[in-house]
């Protein structure tokens, strides 16, 4: 059997992985379009209704929130925004003076609904004002496209990882791509609300094996001390694709043409079938033995090295593994339930991906109703990753896996709760620690892939990536709905539930094994060696 990390050693990290990271990367800044496209497909707006005794007969010139607007319609204690769909009672008699528009003129003791007319602060064409989705009784019909959304990738995930590991990193990363590309442009043609959800489901569901196997791909290439240093290169890329989602849509404000205008050029990416190589790990672990000798000479190749001596016999050691490793996820299951020490690391490493994706995806869609601009609010929220992975890989070097992770969900934990001690005046202040809590909560995403990556052996490691993320997809499922917590118990509840969850996860990271610098186990053997005393092998830059 080829020993893949000895022989990388010696062809290097140059040209090849270069190239590969810049492609890896176009691929996982795509991966984050589906995931926050329907925070503006299905955003909601801020409106009123529209009162003809006093607002102007021409639309261009009303206004969201005049001077007479609390003496026509009730306001909410909660937010001091007025009702979306209510408004009081006009009373009839004679005019006093030929006003119409006065304090007199309106029943404060009564209200009634809106006649179906409506003055928007901001509009633009959402599923929302489309398919008469509109007042706070229809809310949780838009909250529920994130958690369709979230639900199609808790059912894509496992699936994409079972894929990857009987087909193919490359063949799952590339058919989820250009699938749920096209699936996205069939869904911006959508007549009714049922066909947009049922679309969003299946375009979740394929677009969710994307970025696990991308990273996979990605990881399987590099070694030990180079992993974090790549990797945080490679999560540069993410939040650009979201940030390109949110710049997008608030240029044509029109959720038919964002859907088209972001998912045309994903139908590109089947072009990388020829232009990125499979794994060759997971070559290796089929007994494709000169399949991973002709990408170990194509490195060798592209970065200007010679190509090392191989022992002769390891063709047949291969193929020899090949017949007691095949990934079959019958077997793997199997295999999880037979070793306590992976079964119950698969559940506590699950638990923190529940508890990383609640608070990241839920600081994400709640900053659109952070005071001030929502498309500068969620760009700004998306921006801060960028930095995150620059310092994800200094913590990451810096301190041990567990406990960096571990640090950074105590971090993010705190933020929270001191946003919701600070009072609404000091906006730049909230809005600050708002900005930081995502900034921790997202090392912390970067960091549990990393140690996830790595506490699993090759023969499951996308099909266990894949189970704890997809229970991972428990807490993202319920970040949209967590945004209804500010309707029924007030505007504190939505970020003390983040800190609190923060803080559960923070203590059991500190139950997972420690893995920073060992060698990508092999076997599961190996894998139930991590953080006891028989460890890993070690594969730095001096290694032979």
């Excluded at 990738?153 to 989820?176: E, H, N, W």
């Amino acid at each position: 059997m080829v020993d893949i990390d000895n022989v990388l050693v010696s062809l290097g990290m140059g040209r090849y992985q270069f190239m590969g990271c810049m492609l890896f990367g176009l691929m996982i800044m795509y991966s984050n379009v589906s995931p926050t496209t329907y925070v503006f497909t299905a955003s909601d707006l801020k409106y009123r209704c529209e009162i003809p005794e006093c607002d102007s007969l021409k639309p261009k010139e009303r206004t969201f929130e005049p001077e007479w607007l609390r003496f026509t319609m009730p306001y909410r204690n909660e937010t001091n925004q007025p009702r979306k769909c209510l408004r009081y009672a006009a009373l009839s008699g004679p005019l006093i003076n030929g006003a119409r528009c006065s304090s007199d003129r309106f029943n404060k003791s009564e209200t009634e609904w809106c006649q179906g007319s409506w003055v928007f602060e901001d509009f633009e064409n959402t599923i929302g004002t489309e398919f008469g989705l509109m007042c706070e009784d229809n809310k949780w019909k838009l909250s529920m496209v994130g958690t369709i959304n979230n639900f199609g990738q808790f059912i894509g995930i496992p699936l994409s990882g079972i894929i990857a590991d009987r087909y193919g990193r490359k063949f799952t990363m590339v058919f989820c791509a250009a699938t749920s590309a096209a699936i996205c442009i069939i869904q911006s043609f959508s007549n009714s609300y049922l066909m947009f959800m049922v679309l969003e489901f299946v375009s979740s569901t394929v677009s969710s094996g994307i970025y696990t196997a991308t990273f996979i791909l990605a990881m399987e290439l590099f070694l030990p001390h180079q992993r974090v240093l790549y990797y945080s290169i490679l999560e540069c890329f993410l939040p650009v694709g979201s940030i390109l989602v949110a710049l997008i849509a608030s240029l044509v404000k029109d959720w038919r043409i964002l859907l088209r205008l972001i998912n045309i050029p994903g139908l590109l990416f089947f072009s990388y079938f020829w232009l990125t190589e499979e794994s060759m790990r997971w070559l290796e672990s089929q007994g494709k033995h000169d399949k991973v000798i002709n990408a170990l000479k194509k490195i060798a190749t592209v970065n200007k090295k010679p190509f090392p001596d191989l022992p002769t016999n390891a063709q047949g050691q291969s193929l020899e593994s090949s017949e007691d490793n095949d990934a079959n996820f019958s077997s793997i299951i199997k295999d999880i339930i037979r070793s306590s020490t992976i079964f119950w690391r698969m559940i506590r490493c699950s638990y923190v991906w529940i508890a990383v994706t609640l608070v990241y995806y839920g600081l994400t869609i709640s900053s659109t109703d952070i005071a001030g601009d929502k498309y500068l609010n969620f760009s700004l929220v998306l921006l801060v990753e960028i930095p995150a992975c620059l310092l994800n890989w200094l913590i990451m070097e810096g301190m041990s896996r567990k406990m960096s992770l571990s640090c950074m969900f105590v971090f993010s934990g705190i933020t929270c709760v001191m946003y919701n001690l600070m009072p609404s005046e000091l906006y730049l202040i909230k809005l600050s620690l708002y900005l930081v809590s995502k900034l921790a909560i997202s090392i912390a995403f970067c960091i549990i892939y990393m140690l996830t990556a790595e506490i699993f052996p090759t023969r499951m490691r996308a099909t266990m990536m894949s189970l704890c993320s997809m229970l991972g997809r428990i807490g993202s499922m319920l970040a949209p709905q967590a945004t209804l917590l500010t309707e029924y118990f007030g505007v504190y509840a939505t970020m003390f539930v983040f800190g609190m969850t923060a803080f559960a996860a923070a203590a059991i990271t500190m139950t997972l094994p420690e893995s920073k610098n060992i060698k990508l186990p092999d076997t599961i053997d190996e894998a139930k060696g991590i953080g006891s005393d028989v460890k890993p092998k070690n594969i730095g830059k001096n290694s032979p």
